[in-house]
């Protein structure tokens, strides 16, 4: 095997590595130095080894209880997201029209909650819900039904659920709509001479193609929901009580309310962690599914 | 099964308004036999597909009518007209086994269990799709992929033709063959009328009993492969069936002569006269003209160049402004400048206006 050596690649990868070494590994070398040590007043630190790991992954702790409670609600939030904007957003992009100015139409209005800033969604939706002067908190009320999601928790978890679907599902139905837009029209025409029902093509034709673009869209839609911090912060600051209180508002509430350095940081690696564990148990799954095995219905 | 008539039938991805000329699909009235093996023949763009996929109910005609057994059927959907068609490239479910690809179109139809099985195994048995019957049919080579298209379109035995549209484009050469002879097998074995569509006059050829010729959106002639040879209605398909082409000059015709460049060349049949202001031109296939040492009685050439097809050379050469391909005869040493031309008279074609015209005999 007579491999070019050619060490000038050296000098092109160097920058690269000290590019990411100062952004991201230097970073987070300080978070794991942190999480292993307890912080005072003045920058005193004490070695505490493994011991916040420890009482994190024990539900007994206060801190091991509210980061496990939180994380509880993070993966339901998460659960619930995914099973509405999926389906919700292949359905929007299967209704869609394929050609004609109205294309342009529904893509401008589907492109438009993607663009506005995740703090301002917040506020909208936390103007919007208010009993006495949001439109839609008013009009709830005015129909008999007592809807308030500062006090009540299931009118909390609906309002921060229903904003995201509303603030996410578009992007869902765009990466679905790119992914239907590519299939050959010859499929269609087959499935017509196939005598194929509009189910069957759908399941047949359309969702096996919209497989990678799904895949996509799982993925981003579980990372971005189950970081989610902006909107329920400034819709219910995580009330009432901690119903709402999600892992990063945990999070930010312990490194930046109480400033325990120490145990933020190991919340954040763990955290992380099973971001990127669930992320890959997602991509591994989904890239294999339909291919390996016989039968295998449905993708997401 | 049945009969398959086109009543006037035209075709304008303009709409029904569009000028004449622009149509796809000129309008049309042809019969195609129950059980037949047709192929519709033509270059890219001359609406062999637009005829096809009208048959097929993918394109709704702007006029005229699709009848199957004289049932007028032009307003009825794909699903609802009982065609099956095999397209240019492989469509495959990609979820789905061999076998289940197969079952789909009958599944679909509600046939059965039993009965689906039974033609599954058939149709991959005489497309030897057997062994991958159980297999995902994604990870197949393309040209397993169009046997499975093929086979979906022949798997429902009461299907009133089987359309194809340039079904063999993506496979190797080689195959081709295999798979054309396959095709015919298949259509003797199964009773079905068959439509070929190719822009490959040998694929036309071998498959069809009968090739329906386009150019330009209009259907030029349609007749057995031999007809087609032997007495092209039209110059193009005198030059586009055949390799060489006709050759096709431009000639003055009367009675039993017509004068090509001051040179009289005889003819079998009185053409009397012909209608003034066409474009009159004589055809004849370079198999019925072969060249010889220059004689006085002979349309002498000047040579431009010899083609060695191995078996058969040709010659072509250059009287004046008309080119010829001209058969070698076997053993005769070619001159290198001027040789005379032999016509045989009874394979030289009159055409006006680019049309056959018959002469009296």
């Known amino acids: 095997m007579d491999k070019t050596v050619n060490q000038k690649a050296w000098f092109l990868v160097l920058p690269v590595f000290a590019v990411v070494a100062f952004s991201a590994i230097l970073p987070l070398m300080t978070v794991v130095n942190y999480s292993m040590q307890d912080t005072f007043g003045n920058n005193q630190f004490f070695w505490n080894g493994v011991g916040w790991f420890k009482e994190l992954l024990d539900p007994s702790t206060d801190l091991g209880g509210r980061f496990l409670a939180s994380l509880g609600r993070n993966l339901l939030f998460s659960a619930i997201i995914l099973a509405i904007e999926v389906p919700l957003g292949i359905v929007v992009a299967l209704s869609m029209p394929r050609e004609g100015w109205t294309v342009a139409v529904c893509l401008v209005i589907l492109a438009l909650p993607l663009l506005i800033p995740w703090n301002v969604v917040g506020t909208i939706w936390q103007i919007f819900g208010r009993p006495d002067i949001g439109l839609l908190g008013y009009t709830l009320n005015s129909l008999g039904i007592d809807y308030n999601y500062v006090s009540n928790e299931f009118d909390a978890w609906a309002t921060v659920i229903v904003m995201d679907v509303w603030h996410w599902t578009s992007l869902v139905a765009l990466l679905c709509y790119a992914g239907l837009k590519s299939i050959p029209d010859a499929y269609y025409q087959a499935a017509q001479i196939d005598g194929a029902s509009r189910w069957a093509v759908f399941k047949a034709i359309q969702l096996p193609k919209m497989n990678r673009v799904l895949l996509i869209a799982v993925l981003l839609r579980f990372m971005d929901s189950f970081m989610i911090y902006t909107e329920p912060f400034v819709v219910t600051g995580g009330g009432p009580g901690n119903s709402t209180t999600f892992v990063s508002i945990e999070l930010v509430k312990i490194a930046l309310g109480q400033f325990d350095l120490g145990k933020a940081a190991a919340l954040s690696l763990v955290y992380n962690l099973i971001i990127l564990i669930v992320c890959w148990i997602f991509y591994t799954v989904m890239t294999n599914a339909g291919t390996e095995r016989p039968e295998k219905k449905g993708a997401a | 099964m049945a009969r398959i008539d086109l009543v006037d039938l035209a075709h304008s991805y303009g709409g029904n308004d569009a000028p004449a000329e622009s149509f796809a699909l000129k309008p049309v009235t042809m019969t195609w036999r129950q059980g037949g093996a047709y192929a519709l023949l033509g270059p890219s763009g001359c609406g062999k597909t637009t005829l096809l996929n009208l048959i097929s109910g993918i394109v709704t005609p702007s006029r005229g009518k699709i009848l199957f057994d004289g049932a007028d059927i032009t307003p009825l959907s794909t699903q609802k007209r009982n065609i099956a068609q095999v397209f240019q490239f492989p469509v495959i479910y990609d979820t789905m086994t061999v076998g289940q690809n197969l079952a789909f179109p009958l599944q679909n139809r509600g046939v059965p269990k039993a009965e689906v099985e039974a033609r599954v195994r058939q149709i991959a048995d005489l497309l030897d799709l057997t062994f991958y019957l159980d297999r995902k049919a994604t990870r197949l080579t393309a040209d397993a992929k169009q046997k499975i298209s093929l086979g979906r379109g022949l798997v429902r035995s009461d299907v009133a033709a089987v ?172 001159p290198d400048n001027m040789v005379g031309l032999v016509f045989d008279p009874a394979h030289v074609h009159v055409y006006a206006d680019s049309r056959l015209v018959e002469g009296v005999a």
């Open chain 2, 163 to 334: 359309l194809f549209d340039e079904p063999l484009t993506v496979i190797d050469p080689e195959l081709k063959w295999q798979l054309r002879s396959k095709l015919k097998a298949l259509h003797r074995e199964l009773d079905l009328t068959m439509i070929y569509v190719t822009h490959d006059q040998t694929e036309a050829l071998t498959f069809a009993d009968t090739v329906v010729v386009m150019h330009d959106g209009r259907v030029v002639q349609s007749g057995t492969p031999a007809e087609l040879f032997d007495k092209p209605a039209h110059t193009f398909v005198g030059y586009f069936i055949g390799s060489p082409g006709m050759n096709i000059v431009p000639a003055a015709v009367s009675g039993h002569e017509a004068r090509v460049d001051g040179h009289i060349i005889g003819l079998h049949r009185n053409y009397g006269v012909l209608p003034a202001g066409a474009k009159i031109e004589i055809g004849v296939r370079p198999e019925f003209l072969h060249v010889a040492a220059p004689a006085s009685g002979l349309l002498s050439a000047a040579i431009e160049r010899i083609d060695d097809l191995g078996r058969v050379r040709f010659a072509r050469v250059r009287v004046g402004d008309a080119k010829f391909s001209a058969r070698v005869p076997p053993g005769f040493s070619v």
